[in-house]
């Protein structure tokens, strides 16, 4: 009690005076922590105000399309944020690109756990046809970059196939070890994925005159200490009993 007999008023925490850009910005922030551990059906908008430090009514200043449009919003930043994952500068062993690639990729997963899962897997109840092409532009901007890599301006439909069911299989081995308790390890994870991606490309050469030239100059910049001479001699106590077939 102070000398008039009255409470003393409690501060109220100081109001930050941010731009509309930053304030958006700080909302989609607040948004994303809670989609990264939440369903976004059980994400509401006065989770994401007291996440923020700040109103509903100012969410919905920013938002006023409501949860939805905050969520297409969200998913629209972690999109970019995965297609940022692939880009990769053009130079050295193939290999060593998609590894530092799936590194930041499996990051982003394991940092969103269980929102990767909600966003990226279509399963929350909303999902609409919006949010589906911006998961899907997610898959055909990661495919974009591996065709980049691999020095082909016009892939054929084989090649690019096989990029794209790389791109897939990378996002379910990503659901499956969430499923699994996150493992393997994560670097086991990505070496299991960078093998996957040269024996579907070898496969894929063997039938396909495009492709096996790309294999051959990707092979080119490969040493024998990588991960293809690894692979090589890890496959060769596996397919040496197979000579009868030749």
Known sequence: MNGSGTAPAVPRPAYRRLSVEQRRSQLLGAALGL??????????????????????????RYFPGGKQQLYEAALRSAAEDLERCFAEPQSGPL????????????????????????????????ATSRTSAIVDQVRR????????????????????????????????ASLIWL???????????????????????????????????VTRAALALETPDGPVGDLVRRLLPVVRDASHLL
């Open 35 to 60: 989609f990264a551990q939440r369903a976004p059906e059980d994400v509401s908008l006065d989770d994401v105000a007291t996440a923020a430090e700040v109103s509903r009514p100012l969410v919905y």
């Open 95 to 126: 290999t060593q690109r998609l590894s530092r690639a799936l590194d930041r990729y499996l990051t982003f997963v394991d940092g969103h756990d269980t929102g990767f899962s909600a966003l990226l897997q279509g399963g929350s109840v909303v």
């Open 141 to 172: 901007a990661a495919a974009e970059q591996i065709l980049h890599h691999l020095g082909e301006p016009e892939p054929g439909p084989r090649l690019r196939t096989a990029v794209r069911m790389w791109i897939t299989a990378v996002e379910g």
């Open 179 to 213: 499923d699994g308790g996150k493992q393997p390890p994560l670097d086991e994870l990505r070496d299991g994925l960078v093998d996957h991606f040269i024996a579907l490309l070898a496969a894929t050469a063997a039938r396909d005159a495009q492709t096996a030239r």
